[in-house]
């Protein structure tokens, strides 16, 4: 450089070796020592400080008094740092990238297939940072060395990744990807190798350096911001664009690498600058959602021409269907159970479901699909239950926690192939679904109380050893138990952690929630459960063992005789007949709730004082609930960061709704029939109140929510409050599913802030009176129903047949849509009246029937 070649600077380094480095470097700070400086490096820096102060102070000025030496600005060191500033901005990086893979490891699960790469991605980022804060401590050719190496893997990585993430390399699910994968990794290696190889062997060349990194890095910026364009076109979320907004932040910060000036007080320069300019995307590149759930390729496929390169393994073929040894497995065990003979068999709204005896087969096709699914999902948990809920002691069901429409498709299909053929059917899913034969499967699974749930639990249990699946058996649990166990079992060791995956762990953390949601306040009286003799009975007695405060009389827990399941009794028993089960000795005002057969319906009721039965179904339930969750955010000082809404069905009570829209002055969304539908809708607020009428139900809060009522600082003790009984809902509720006990401790919390007895809950308004009637067609398919299965397009004519019924009644709605679960045509009416519901109802019934019978 210029200023070593001055002959002003060599006179004054040899004047200041000669006169101070005659005695070795004893008369050096410790710091600088240890930090390598020797006396006449010593005097090499202070005779640029020395020359370049008087450059600039010359009179006339110079027009460039600084100029650099040995190819660097005269920087002014701190603690013998050579560059404290480049050292500092170089620290925050590797701080960023420490941070970021503490992120990866709790939020991305062990077993994703992207996180080694992303870990890798950190690790190297570390490496690099490190050597960068060396070298800008110390300029030595091996510091130097070490840092452009390492910057040079960075980048690259940087690249490999890229392409990884993109075209989703990382997955086994076609024949192809591995072979690409092992083909982009051998190219990556060698020119790396070729790169360090040239700089160490060939040539230490600055500007090939800069060239290489600077293509590489225009590539793999190129693909993330056509990455970036693709997904925003298609989901139009701001975060979609978050890669190619990191990208153009790269390119600016970049910017300044180019724009060499001399350091500001001899202290930052534009390579500094640099440094800090990378400190912000990485953190934000850690924060992506990028990084999970972001699959590309559902709607991408690799070039063809790619495809035709990458010539399919063997061992890809493998894994995509089932080794003779499972199959042979499979068809032995299924040959032991007979098909029911002209039995059509479908997933229904809530799984299969009918007469007991005829779900050897269905059961079993269950057990083969929960393995598939689990490998698909790398080996996630997948949770089977058998029971058949509110259905009487002879029927029973299974389904799988939780079922997508195309699972339940495929559901459908290994249930109706025959027995023989049942293994070749399991080979074609694998196929279609592209399932990775040698990941791992893990199911879990439960049953409720029905005399025969053993047998059935046996049949699963062989589909299971058939497949190989890791599985574990719960016994006897209430379906929403079971969802919550799936759910902590996912979440296990990562950010979203829900529980300890134990029967113990679910009546803890309902306990120890419910005892902060109580705090400050009491239940009044008792309140009666009637457990439909289900398996609820045993559960809710469990968990009373965990509960203080709170007085719960549990009646209807027979789980011994098999026939009193459901029998007069349970939430549907209530809900259709609109009153007390006949065994009930409830008193006046007293508090009643009923369960069904596996605990995932509520209802409240009791007996006015005029000795009428009042019923207080899935619609009060919500009403209460969102009314008391606006409340708490209103008084916690965050509602307006949260976006709080109520899910329903065309069964919810008009009043209700109006109750909702116009009282609690929240958004409602109706949905189809089905908690799945609810559910997946209940999503789209940051708190989702969903209730089926029947009392099917739960609240959802999103992961906004979750932070906003984490992270918000109380400015009194009153909004303390409120934030510490919000935070305490967000535990006491069964998020997984709607969960008749947790939703029964909600209600008795609420009323107990409140200070309401079940009359003054009543009186928030006043449903309209309303009537279910089923009636039997000849062919319930006809019955096609549109606009969240309150309108039927077909048989023609029905809907302006029913619109014109209800056009003569005061308030009159009605509609008719075909069950899910029963081989029925289900008529809902209401109106200002008993008699005036009655007659709308019955006058529809007729129609539809009519319709049917065409
Ligand atoms: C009017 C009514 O109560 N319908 C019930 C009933 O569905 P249908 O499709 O109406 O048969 O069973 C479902 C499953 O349990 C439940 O989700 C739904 O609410």
Redesign the pocket.
């Known amino acids: 450089s210029l200023g070593d070649h001055l002959p002003d600077f060599k006179e004054c380094v040899q004047v200041c070796t000669t006169e101070n480095c005659q005695n070795g470097n004893s008369v050096l700070p410790l710091h600088h020592r240890l930090l390598l400086w020797t006396c006449p490096a010593e005097c090499d820096y202070t005779c640029q400080h020395v020359i370049t102060d008087r450059r600039v102070s010359r009179d006339p000025p110079m027009i460039s008094p600084i100029v650099q030496f040995h190819g660097k600005w005269p920087f002014r060191r701190l603690l013998g740092m050579q560059e404290p500033f480049s050292v500092l901005f170089s620290f925050f990086n590797f701080a960023a990238h420490w941070h970021g893979m503490s992120r990866i490891q709790e939020s991305i699960p062990a077993w994703h297939s992207l996180r080694p790469y992303y870990m890798m991605f950190g690790y190297i980022g570390l490496a690099s940072w490190s050597f960068s804060v060396v070298f800008h401590m110390r300029d030595f050719p091996l510091t130097e060395k070490l840092d452009y190496w390492a910057a040079g893997a960075n980048v690259l990585y940087g690249l490999y990744l890229a392409v990884v993430r993109i075209f989703r390399l990382d997955l086994e699910n076609t024949p192809y990807r591995p072979t690409l994968r092992r083909l982009w990794t051998a190219i990556c290696v060698l020119l790396y190798t070729l790169h360090v190889g040239y700089l160490t062997f060939w040539s230490w060349d600055y500007t090939y350096n800069m060239i290489a990194n600077v293509v590489v890095g225009v590539i793999q910026n190129l693909m993330w911001t056509g990455f970036s364009i693709f997904r925003y076109q298609r989901l139009l979320k701001s975060w979609t664009a978050w890669p190619g907004m990191i990208v153009a932040w790269i390119i600016m910060a970049m910017s300044l690498e180019l724009l060499d000036f001399p350091p500001w007080n001899g202290l930052i320069d534009a390579h500094s600058l640099w440094h800090l300019g990378t400190v912000v995307p990485a953190v934000w590149w850690y924060s992506t959602p990028l990084l999970f759930n972001f699959d590309f390729t559902r709607s991408f496929r690799a070039p063809i021409l790619l495809k035709l390169l990458t010539a399919p393994s063997n061992q890809s073929h493998i894994c995509a269907m089932a080794s003779p040894a499972i199959k042979k497995a499979i068809t032995e065990a299924a040959l032991q159970y007979t098909k029911p003979e002209g039995k059509v068999f479908e997933y229904g709204?809530?799984g299969f479901r009918m007469k007991a005896d005829l779900l050897n087969t269905v059961v079993f096709a269950v057990g083969l699909l929960a393995s598939l699914r689990s490998k698909k999902l790398s080996g996630q948990w997948i949770g089977v239950m058998v029971t058949a809920?509110h259905n009487p002691a002879e029927d029973n069901g299974v389904k799988l926690v939780d079922p997508m429409a195309e699972w339940e498709a495929y559901a459908t299909r290994l249930a109706n192939a025959p027995l023989d053929k049942i293994a070749d059917v399991y080979d074609e899913l694998i196929k279609e679904i592209d399932v990775k034969m040698t990941n791992p499967a893990r199911v879990v699974f439960a049953r409720d109380t029905r005399a025969s749930g053993s047998r059935l639990v046996g049949v699963l249990n062989a589909a299971l050893t058939a497949t190989e699946v890791e599985f574990v058996d719960f016994k006897y649990m209430t379906t929403p138990q079971l969802h919550y166990v799936v759910r902590c079992k996912n979440t296990l060791g990562t950010q979203y952690e829900y529980g300890e995956p134990t029967e113990q762990g679910y009546y803890e953390k309902l306990a120890n929630s419910f005892k902060k949601v109580m705090r400050g306040v009491k239940v009044q009286g008792s309140l009666t459960v009637d457990c439909a003799n289900g398996v609820g009975g045993p559960k809710l007695r469990e968990l009373m063992k965990y509960l203080n405060g709170i007085d719960i009389k549990v009646v209807n827990d027979d789980v011994i005789n098999p026939d009193a399941l459901n029998f007069d009794c349970g939430a549907d028993y209530v809900k259709t007949k609109q009153r007390a089960p006949p065994s009930s000795k409830a008193a006046v005002l007293d508090r009643c709730a009923s369960l069904d057969g596996d605990a995932d319906r509520l209802v409240y009721y009791f007996l006015d004082e005029s000795n009428v039965f009042r019923l207080l179904d899935g619609d009060r339930i919500a009403t209460l609930a969102a009314s008391f969750i606006g409340d708490l955010a209103r008084n916690a000082g965050i509602a307006s960061k949260l976006k709080i809404g109520v899910v329903q069905t065309a069964?919810a009570n008009g009043a209700s709704t109006d109750y909702v829209e116009k009282v609690l002055k929240l958004p409602i969304i109706c949905t189809n029939?089905?908690?799945k539908h609810l559910h997946h809708a209940a999503l789209r607020f940051d708190v989702g109140v969903y209730f089926?009428a029947?009392g099917?139900g739960t609240v959802t809060f999103s992961e906004n929510a979750l932070k906003v009522i984490k992270n918000t600082e109380p400015q009194s003790p009153a909004q303390q409050h409120a934030l510490e009984s919000l935070q305490a809902l967000t535990d006491l509720i069964n998020q997984a599913v709607g969960d008749a006990l947790s939703d029964a401790l909600l209600v008795e919390a609420i009323l107990a802030h409140k200070g309401w007895s079940p009359k003054e809950w009543l009186g928030t308004y006043t449903d309209l009176p309303s009537r279910?009637v089923r009636v039997e067609v000849n062919d319930r398919s006809i019955f096609k129903a549109y606009d969240a299965e309150r309108k039927l397009e077909s048989p023609p004519g029905l809907q302006g047949t029913i619109e014109s019924l209800q056009s003569r009644y005061n308030k009159g709605r009605s509609f008719a849509r075909a069950?899910?679960?029963?081989d029925a045509v289900?008529v809902y009416a209401e109106a200002a009246s008993r008699s005036e519901a009655d007659d709308l109802a019955t006058r529809v019934a007729n129609a539809v029937s009519e319709a049917g019978s065409a």
């Not at 069950?819 to 029963?822: I, K, M």
């Open positions: 709204t809530a809920s069964y029939t089905g908690v089926e029947n099917h279910l069950s899910g679960t029963e289900r």
